[in-house]
Nanobody
Framework: QVQLVESGGGLVQAGGSLRLSCAAS????????MGWFRQAPGKEREFVAA????????KYADSVAGRFTIARDNAKNTVFLQMNSLKPEDTAVYYC?????????????WGQGTQVTVSS
């Protein structure tokens, strides 16, 4: 069992930056590929970014590539999402997720979400 707790959301102006954190419980954090998803009002949850167990491989949605960076600290059981050049369309609830698979990333654990609001 892995419990995930996100933090770092908030209100920011367009062009600004935020850094999300996700703290994971349990001793097996480094056996999971970690990722971030988001869900805007009236829309389906969508993939944002993911990072493999060791942190040496990442993947991003086209909509955030070049603006967002995912990283992890296995010693602290934490995964981060650095979001730069934020746009109003980035407004959503952001969820941390853990997957046992990397190639076919499929979350088995979810956090409760943190709200990110980008004003124009």
């Amino acid at each position: 069992q892995v419990q995930l707790v996100e933090s770092g959301g908030g209100l920011v102006q367009a062009g600004g930056s935020l850094r999300l954190s996700c703290a994971a419980s349990g001793r097996t954090f480094n056996s999971y590929a970690m990722g971030w998803f988001r869900q805007a009002p009236g829309k389906e949850r969508e993939f944002v970014a993911a990072i493999n167990w060791s942190g040496d491989s990442t993947k991003y949605a086209d909509s955030v590539a070049g603006r967002f960076t995912i990283a992890r600290d296995n010693a602290k059981n934490t995964v981060f999402l650095q979001m730069n050049s934020l746009k109003p369309e980035d407004t959503a609830v952001y969820y941390c997720a853990a997957s046992r698979a990397w190639r076919n990333y499929s979350p088995v654990y979810w956090g409760q979400g943190t709200q990110v609001t980008v004003s124009s």
